[in-house]
């Protein structure tokens, strides 16, 4: 049992390129989220999924996008790289049923350049 | 709409002094408090949650909180810090079920870096 897995670790992009953020879980969790983390301003929610192919945005989407083909997986897509999207990026999920606990995986920093 | 605020944003203790962090809330129904701990270039590990009942909870590493809903707080302490414990804290607020309409979305503090002293 894995938990939250997440590739890559580290990313350098130049501005403009685009990439995909890979999010894995093996805990059959319904809900997974996307965050970033800038210093000083906490966790920030990108994108949720509520199940496989159900989306939405959460308080910061702009220049991201996410699709969820299965229960497992959960991209996260930047189309055109900026330096506001410099951060560090973590993915969670949790069960839809009984308490809301939410399960992290370790990070991906990105830097755009 | 709910927010957490977390005052100290870097907190600096000699090791086996006690500890207390502070967060206070705004949260239209029930909630659902959190304390997570992030270790440098880790993920975040949970520390403990509050949902109902003893509004002292216990938590992992010899942390605990306490609610208070007079006034709106969820302090995290421990009475004697190890150097391991220099992290970066997390205070979340969110629906105390994961169902609903919520979806389970969580709101975090800012965050209180602590740095221990040997």
């Known amino acids: 049992n894995a938990g939250v897995t997440q590739t890559p670790k580290f990313r350098i992009l130049k501005i403009g390129q685009s990439m995909t953020l890979q999010c894995t879980q093996d805990?059959?969790?319904?809900?997974m989220y996307w965050y970033r983390q800038d210093p000083g301003m906490g966790l920030k929610l990108i994108y949720y999924s509520v199940g496989a192919g159900i989306t939405d945005k959460g308080e910061v989407p702009n220049g991201y996008n996410v699709s969820r083909s299965t229960t497992e997986d959960f991209p996260l897509r930047l189309e055109l790289a900026a330096p506001s999207q410099t951060s560090v990026y973590f993915c969670a999920s949790s069960y839809v049923e009984g308490v809301n606990e939410q399960f992290f995986g370790p990070g991906t920093r990105l830097t755009v350049l | 709409a709910q927010s957490v605020t977390q005052p100290d944003i870097h907190i600096t203790v000699s090791e086996g002094a006690s500890l207390e962090l502070r967060c206070n809330y705004s949260y239209g129904a029930t909630p659902y408090l959190f304390w997570y701990v992030q270790s440098p270039g880790q993920g975040l590990q949970l520390l403990l949650k509050?949902?109902?009942?003893?509004?002292l909870v216990q938590g992992i590493k010899g942390f605990e909180a306490e609610f208070k809903r007079s006034q709106s707080s969820f302090n995290l302490r421990k009475p004697s810090v190890h150097w391991s414990d220099a992290a970066e804290y997390f205070c979340?607020?969110?629906?105390?079920?994961?169902?609903?309409?919520?979806?389970?979305?969580?709101?975090f503090g800012q965050g209180t870096i602590l740095t221990v002293h040997p």
């Open positions: 979340a607020v969110g629906p105390a079920k994961a169902g609903g309409t919520s979806y389970g979305k969580l709101t």
């Open positions: 509050y949902f109902s009942g003893d509004t």
């Open positions: 805990m059959n969790h319904n809900y």
